[in-house]
Every structure is written in structure tokens, then in C-alpha cells.
């Protein structure tokens, strides 16, 4: 048996991205860190280049999605890009009617609430996603050696928006459905899932290195509900790329205690919100988990003394986790001054 280890490194073999290390669960030379909603919202240059185009509409022009996914790496120097799409992208490109209202989210014209509601919604078939393949080719070839993100929405909270109607605050009726009919909740999910899988793997195909899944709502649920009505479906989305080997991060708010059931649907590297330090998540996870986290937005607009404090402990703490991507425990603010986010990006690299 040849020993390996003795072999020298091969000069002509080049490093992976920090990121990518990470998300293997090695310490790369420098610790890697990008945003969520970095693309855009805070940015004086996304306004500009959004200035009176809707949100989906954005999405869903190549050329402006790519202009919007890179903004933030030419701005902060970010060790990652992350796809500028939406989660009900998918639904519009599966002939859903669905609008992001300024100032209320996504709202659907017409909310899934019986078996005969889901009967139609799922003959809905993916879209044409010719116009996501080619963003995620601009971007790609833009980018050079730093990795793209891929993006799409967890199904729960797919079938939340599609049930609720609109944003909620405590999901009652798609928790409702989910007991109430369980076997409707199933093929809702089922759908969704495929749905969220075929996005994925769309933008790994056309050149994405690795993938989040957000699900945005997964904290209105108790661990026996998510592990039971939730989490076969992440599973089943993330299956759609489990050929493709790129690193899948499952990413939700307020899901401190779903984080073992998060990882265990098929995840990679798992993210934390802001709520939980990453060592006590990593000891939830059991030492064996790259993690990404953890910057609590709010403190984006503090004195930079207390911001700097802050992120210096989230990258301490990291340092238990097996590999560890910085990030925020949730989105930018719109608020938000983007020279304290590169001030960030350069501390993060300097630690």
C-alpha cells in the first residue's frame, strides 16, 4: 500500500477557495465569510440598477441577475457569491401566480388550503429556467476562482407561503394543514421539494460550487413536527443534486433546536442564526459539523468597538467547529452602511 502521506503536495494542483475549504470541514489560511442578502438592499449600486424593475422581474433578467449577484464581490471582496434569485422564483417559473408586494413579501393570488387546491397546484411542472442558467453563467464566468452559491427554498417554507397566502408570523394554517390532512400536506411537500431540487440543480449544472437551502419559517416548528412533516422533504429536495458533489448548507431562523434534524436531511455544513453561539451549536452537532454563522444583524449599526467585539467572538467561537464560514445569523438590514460590511469582510480576513 502506497503511504500517501509521505507524497509531496503537487505544485501544478491548485488550492481550493477558502470557502470550499470550510464547507469540507478544513481550516483554510484565511477564514472565509460572505452575507446573506448581500446582493442587494444595502447597496447605493443595486438601487441604482433595480430603479424601476420589480423584484421578480429582476430575478428572472440575466443580465441584471448577474449584475445584482456580483455587485457585493467587486464592493466588500467576499470569499463567495450568492445567486441573486427569490424563493418563490420557482413558483413563478412553474405558472404560480405570485407577486412580491413592496413592503408585505410574497403574496399568491390564490393560497393552497384543500386537497382540491393542491390537486391543481400540482399540475404545475417546472418552468423554462433558460434565464437562470444563463445568470448563473454570466456570474460564473466573471468570478474567476471564487465559488458561487447556489439558492432556493426549503419546501416547508414553499408550501408556507403557498398556504398562508402572504408572509405570517405564526403559520397557523399551513400547520393546520399539515394535521389536519396529512396526506394532502405529503403530496404539497413532494411537489415542492421537486420543485426547490430542479432549481438547485439548475444552477450547479450551469457552473453554482455550492448550494443553500433556506427555510426561512422551519423555527414555527416543534422538532417533532419538522423531523416528521418538514425534514423527509429537505431530504428529498437536496437528493436532486446528491449526484453532482457540491456542498449543500441548510440554512433556517430561529431553529436552535432543529439543528441536528437540519443536518441529518442531508446537510453538509449547517448555518445558525444569531440566536445560538456556534459552540454550543457545535456541541449540539457533535464536533462533526462545518458551521456557518453567526453576526447578529443589529449589531451591523452599533459603534464599531462593539461590532469588532462581537465578530471577533463569533470567529473564536467558530474555531470549535470542524471548518466554519462566517456570515450573519440572518440577512443584511436595507439600513445597513456598506463600508461597515467591508470593515467586516476585512476583519474576518485578518483573524
Known sequence: M?????????????????LLEAYSGRRPARTPVWFMRQAGRSLPEYRAARQ???ML????????????????VRRHHVDAAIFFSDIVVPLRLAGVDVEIV????????????????????????????????EAVRLVVDELGDTPLIGFAGAPFTLAAYLVEGRPSRDHLAARTLMHADPETWRRLM???????????????????????????????????DYTAHAAPFSTRALGHIDDLDVPRVHFGTGTAELLVAM???????????????????????????PLQGNIDPALLAAPWEVLEAHVRD???????????????GHGVPPTTDPGVLTRVVELVHSL
Open 52 to 54: 424601476g424593475v420589480g
Open 190 to 224: 413532494r411537489w415542492a421539494a421537486d420543485l426547490s431540487g430542479a432549481f438547485l440543480r439548475t444552477q450547479v449544472l450551469a457552473g453554482a460550487r455550492a448550494v443553500q437551502l433556506f427555510d426561512s419559517w422551519a423555527g414555527a416548528l416543534s422538532l417533532r
Open 314 to 328: 463569533v470567529v473564536e467561537r467558530g474555531r470549535a467547529a470542524p471548518g466554519h464560514v462566517v456570515n450573519l
Open 102 to 133: 413592496s413592503g408585505v413579501g410574497p403574496v399568491v393570488a390564490e393560497p393552497v388550503r384543500t386537497a382540491g387546491d393542491v390537486d391543481r397546484l400540482v399540475q404545475h411542472r417546472p418552468g423554462d429556467a433558460g434565464a437562470i442558467t
Open 2 to 18: 502506497t503511504n500517501t502521506a509521505a507524497l509531496p503536495a503537487d505544485p501544478a494542483k491548485k488550492a481550493a477557495p477558502p
Open 57 to 72: 422581474e429582476s430575478c428572472l433578467r440575466p443580465d441584471l441577475a448577474a449584475e445584482i449577484t456580483l455587485q457585493p
Open 263 to 289: 443536518r441529518d436531511a442531508g446537510a453538509d455544513v449547517v448555518g445558525v442564526d444569531y440566536r445560538l453561539p456556534l459552540d454550543e451549536a457545535n456541541r449540539r452537532l457533535g464536533g462533526q459539523t
